[in-house]
Nanobody, 124 residues
Framework: QVQLVESGGGLVQAGGSLRLSCAAS????????MGWFRQAPGKEREFVAT????????SYADSVKGRFTISRDNAKNTVYLQMDSLTPEDTAVYYC?????????????????WGQGTQVTVSS
């Protein structure tokens, strides 16, 4: 099992940046594919980005491609989401998630472990 705790959310103006972190417990973090999802009020949870266990391969939703960067530090059991050029449409609760296996999975039900989420609010 792995436990996940997100941090780094907050209020930022449009065009600004935020860096989210997700700290994982346990000694097997390096085995997990990690993903970031987000959920805006009244909307379904949606895929944002994913990174394979080694950190060499990544995948992004079209809506964030070129603006967001996912990375990980297996020595620190942490995955990051660098978010640049933020817009009000990025406002949501952001969740990190973990799964064993293929990193090219974009559906929330394919991930076994979830953090509690961190709020990101982008003002116009």
């Amino acid at each position: 099992q792995v436990q996940l705790v997100e941090s780094g959310g907050g209020l930022v103006q449009a065009g600004g940046s935020l860096r989210l972190s997700c700290a994982a417990s346990g000694r097997t973090f390096s085995r997990y594919t990690m993903g970031w999802f987000r959920q805006a009020p009244g909307k379904e949870r949606e895929f944002v980005a994913t990174i394979d266990s080694s950190g060499r391969r990544t995948s992004y939703a079209d809506s964030v491609k070129g603006r967001f960067t996912i990375s990980r530090d297996n020595a620190k059991n942490t995955v990051y989401l660098q978010m640049d050029s933020l817009t009000p449409e990025d406002t949501a609760v952001y969740y990190c998630a973990a799964r064993i296996g293929d990193y090219q999975r974009t559906r929330s039900w394919e991930y076994n472990y979830w953090g509690q989420g961190t709020q990101v609010t982008v003002s116009s």
